[in-house]
């Protein structure tokens, strides 16, 4: 797919990573990935799960809320979006403005067909309800990815292959090389995770997305921060003046009552 800005909500110039594999980001199957994979590379992503928590932890999760965006030079681009996804049903909500400052409240279910939206606090139905909720799963499939990402090394579908040592400020990195088989959006995404090794955590990735040409996009991970016993990135940075952020991550064990199912 060519890299169409499915962006309508989103800061223009915001990086397109990982419009990938959203029903594998749904998924809490152990030993998924492809049986391409090589066993070098399996092990070190076990090893990063480890160190994020722990698979028991994240199979065990309800769910979680974060917010998602961007800053340049010190200033925010666009409006930040929050999210709260509960994983054990597949509700996701988010929440923001769009450029034109119109309030937004979009709910779906990744399970099965059912959403909800609002703008400005109005019900919207019918063919409008649609095309937000497509733009509601974008949302989702990207803001998740830069999010999660290394919580989800062995999701059905992705290759991994172990692609090397890197040295690279004093430290010493395992790459593992990512690519998807017949998944999500736009399959044709190449990734290039680089794992600590002392800390066995994702230090940085270069990715090249499907449609671009070299060479890769390198972001630093950076910043992380604990809830509920998972460790979490919260910045991105591709350089020093650009940061892809999450913030405010709360590991969620109960939802309130109608948080998927009213504005």
């Known amino acids: 797919m060519t890299p169409a800005p499915r962006r309508a909500l989103i800061c223009p110039w915001f990086a397109r990573a990982a419009l990938y594999a959203l029903a594998a980001l749904l998924s809490t199957t152990a030993h998924a990935e492809t049986p391409a994979s090589d066993p070098k590379a399996v092990a070190i992503a076990d090893q990063v799960m480890q160190a994020l928590g722990g698979k028991d932890h994240w199979d065990k999760m309800r769910g979680l809320r974060w917010t998602f965006g961007a800053v340049v030079n010190d200033t925010v681009r666009g409006t930040p979006r929050r999210h709260s996804w509960d994983k054990m049903t597949g509700w996701h909500r988010v929440e923001g403005k769009t450029r034109a400052g119109q309030a937004f409240c979009l709910i779906h279910n ?3 067909e059912k959403s909800m939206a609002w703008m400005d606090g109005k019900p919207i139905e019918g063919d409008s309800l649609a095309k937000l909720t497509k733009m509601a799963k974008s949302m989702w499939t990207n803001d998740t990815y830069w999010f999660l990402m290394p919580y989800k090394l062995r999701d059905p579908g992705v290759n991994l292959k172990y692609a090397g040592e890197a040295k690279l400020g004093g430290q010493t990195y395992d790459k ?3 690519s998807f088989e ?4 736009t399959p044709g995404d190449r990734y290039w ?5 002392a800390t066995h955590r994702v230090d940085r990735w270069d990715f090249l997305l499907e449609g ?3 060479p890769p996009e390198t972001w630093r991970w950076e910043d992380w921060t604990q809830s509920g016993g998972m460790w979490f990135c919260t910045a991105h940075r591709n350089n020093e003046k ?3 952020f999450t913030r405010d991550v709360q590991v969620v064990s109960q939802f309130r009552p109608t948080e998927f199912s009213a504005p």
């Open 110 to 112: 990744m399970n099965y």
């Open 176 to 178: 593992l090389a990512l």
């Open 182 to 185: 017949h998944v999500g959006e």
């Open 193 to 197: 995770v680089y794992v600590n090794r």
């Open 212 to 214: 671009d040409k070299p």
């Open 242 to 244: 650009t940061n892809v």
